[in-house]
């Protein structure tokens, strides 16, 4: 069965501190990978997108970038982390294979905290 | 543009009545529809989903949405709201063979009380 990994959990960072969050899944080929920001009291918001290896799309100009080094695995990162930037991630799959179902399996999310 | 909308930020039940969280979109096209639940800190689960084909749908958890094309909305339902059902409620849409993927709504916050 596929499975979605997502670390660490929670991560208490200075401002202008590097940033390093990992996203893997298991069990899935060529799947679609995602990145999403939640801050409180607000809805999700779309940060990066990526259908292959080496390919981002970007969706708001911020302060992170996002790469794909591996076909399972979503890498989400900032040289330095901003007060703005707390929030909760999320990374996201979707199977490319099957677009007609595209439904989304998400991480248990990322709770940052920048003081 | 593209937007889904969910225009209540919270609301708030007594155990046992009836739930209806709304949700509105505006898109070109009949995009494909979602609801997800999300517990405190934790991932998004799906309840439920609509591509195509009857307009009520069935989703885990004993709730159901309807798609109505005319009002463009898509309202999740729960005849009998339980405590556990006490979560943040997300509305989200997608375009068919879009690599984009998913558009949130705001989120609706569900309380229940005892």
């Not at chain 1, 302060?63 to 007060?83: E, H, M, T, V, Y």
């Not at chain 2, 969910?6 to 046992?16: A, C, F, K, N, R």
């Not at chain 2, 096209?29 to 934790?42: D, E, H």
């Amino acid at each position: 069965s596929q499975t979605i990994h997502q670390w660490p959990a929670t991560l208490v960072q200075p401002v202008g501190s590097p940033l390093s969050l990992e996203c893997t899944v298991e069990g899935t080929s060529n799947p679609n990978l995602y990145w999403y920001r939640q801050a409180a009291g607000r809805g999700l918001q779309l940060l990066f997108y990526s259908v292959g290896i080496g390919q981002i799309s970007s969706e708001v100009p911020q302060n992170l970038s996002a790469s794909r080094p591996q076909d399972r695995q979503f890498i989400l990162s900032s040289k330095k982390l901003l007060l703005s930037d707390s929030g909760f991630y999320l990374c996201a799959w979707v199977n490319q294979d099957r677009l007609m179902n595209t439904e989304a399996f998400f991480g248990q999310g990322t709770r940052l905290t920048v003081v | 543009a593209q937007s889904v909308t969910q225009p209540d930020i919270h609301i708030t039940v007594s155990e046992g009545a009836s739930l209806e969280l709304r949700c509105n979109y505006s898109y070109g096209a009949t995009p494909y529809l979602f609801w997800y639940v999300q517990s405190p800190g934790q991932g998004l689960q799906l309840l439920l989903k609509y591509f195509s084909g009857d307009t009520l749908v069935q989703g885990i958890k004993g709730f159901e949405a309807e798609f109505k094309r005319s009002q463009s909305s898509f309202n999740l339902r729960k005849p009998s709201v339980h405590w556990s059902d006490a979560a943040e409620y997300f509305c989200a849409v997608s375009l068919p063979g879009s690599a984009r993927q998913l558009t949130f709504g705001s989120g609706t916050q569900l309380t229940v009380l005892p």
